[in-house]
């Protein structure tokens, strides 16, 4: 795969079956101002402690490879764009090249996908590990709304997404419990829409009343999916 210059930038964010397909068009990116996506945060369970716990940086590099492979193949399986890569946290954009009606299911056969990979990985890592590591698995955020795209050749190897659903689906992220996906109001409307809520329950803690506390955003109404429970 091409990994310089805008066509192996394409490549990398949507998976270069897309991008050598006629179905991928850039010039839609870049069609107005805001876009209308789901953004979801995926965030390994402990990774800072299984990272200080592995000695062989062989094993390190290889079960890396493995998560990060993998999640960037199932986004892009489920037509969503592999945003970026940040340490322990996957972020995928689904609407970007998509309609909007296709959003829900994709981005929860994702999510299901996501935490079994992490899973799978984490699993492999203990097994190399004399600690006992936990908790595993994966904290997962949703959120919907207005997205714009640029691109800045020579200065930012890739594409730029500001918007407040990137702040927002870190922030709950955050909240979530190992193996959650934790979404705002307005991405569950769009699942239930979709017809796939059934499980979700309302977002609910010790210290709020069902509203979630968000930095910089206040309290919102937020859904949790348990999916370590989901068949």
């Known amino acids: 795969m ?4 805008p066509d192996g930038w394409y490549a990398f964010h949507f998976g270069s079956k897309l991008v050598s397909s006629t179905d991928f068009n850039p010039d839609r990116l870049f069609e107005g101002s805001n876009k209308e996506c789901c953004v ?15 000695e062989n940086i062989k094993v390190l590099e290889t079960l890396l490879t493995s998560f990060y492979s993998q999640a960037r193949r199932i986004i892009h399986k489920h037509s969503g764009m592999l945003y970026q890569i940040v340490g322990d946290c996957v972020i995928g954009v ?5 309609d909007e009606e296709s959003n829900a299911q994709s981005v929860m056969q994702t999510a299901a996908e996501l935490v079994e990979i992490t899973r799978q990985v ?19 955020g949703l959120s919907k709304g207005a997205v714009t795209v640029i691109r800045r050749d020579g200065v930012y190897p890739g594409l730029l997404l500001f918007g407040n659903p990137l702040n927002l689906a870190s922030r709950l992220q955050s909240a979530a419990q190992p193996n959650q ?5 307005a991405a569950y409307e769009e699942i239930e829409q979709a017809g796939l809520n059934s499980k979700f329950e309302p977002y ?9 506390d968000a930095k910089n955003f206040g309290r919102l109404k937020a859904w949790v999916l348990d999916i370590s429970k989901c068949s």
């Open 94 to 98: 689904w609407g970007l090249q998509t």
């Open 204 to 212: 609910r803690c010790e210290s709020s009343d069902g509203y979630l």
């Open 2 to 5: 091409k990994t310089t210059g």
């Open 40 to 54: 979801m945060f995926a965030d390994f369970c402990s990774f800072t402690s299984f990272t200080r716990a592995t």
């Open 122 to 140: 984490a699993d492999e890592w203990q097994s190399h590990l004399d600690l006992l590591i936990e908790p595993k698995g994966l904290r997962l």
């Open 181 to 185: 996906l934790v979404c705002s109001n």
